[in-house]
């Protein structure tokens, strides 16, 4: 990619951030177009239907509002217009990685990915996000994902932040601990 395509994708992703951070909607935007992304990733007819040249751009982006306005935020809607419109979409996942940084940076917000073994009860993940946002500072949303592999304990990351607390990486310092 580009100097100028990875400038536009920071400045696109800058500015959606700061709108959202006046509108108080950054973790909406943010849930919106992760969904978006996973949508994309899931379903390539719909990110393929979307950069069809063979329709017109004008069909496209009425395609893409019928199917999501009163469903996603507006910006959301705006930003994947805007995305469409320079004939960006197949670098979205580049524009996602932008958008976290900036949320970071200009609004405090932290999109952290939590394993674990098992199903976290709902009380222990309030106490995780709360713990999270003390620790970061600022706003925290967390995604779960059970992982067996991780066998007990919690892995948390957090952008470049993570804490290791699983048994696994237990298992694996006591084995190079072990080994020398």
Known sequence: MSKQQNQFLDDLAKGAIMAAKKENCVSALMNDLVLIAKIFEESSEVKQSLQNASVSLEHRIDSLKKVLEGKMEPLAINVMIVLMEKD?????????????????????????????A???????????????????????????????????GLSVTCGDWRYLGTVQNKLQQLSRHLAN
């Open 88 to 116: 960006a979409l197949n670098r979205l996942e580049n524009f996602l990685q932008s958008v976290e940084k900036q949320a970071q940076e200009l609004a405090d917000y932290h999109a952290c990915k939590v394993a674990t």
């Open 118 to 152: 098992v199903e976290i009860p709902e009380k222990s993940k309030q106490h995780l996000v709360k713990a999270l946002e003390k620790r970061l500072g600022g706003e925290v949303s967390v995604t779960y994902e059970i992982n067996p592999a991780v066998i007990g």
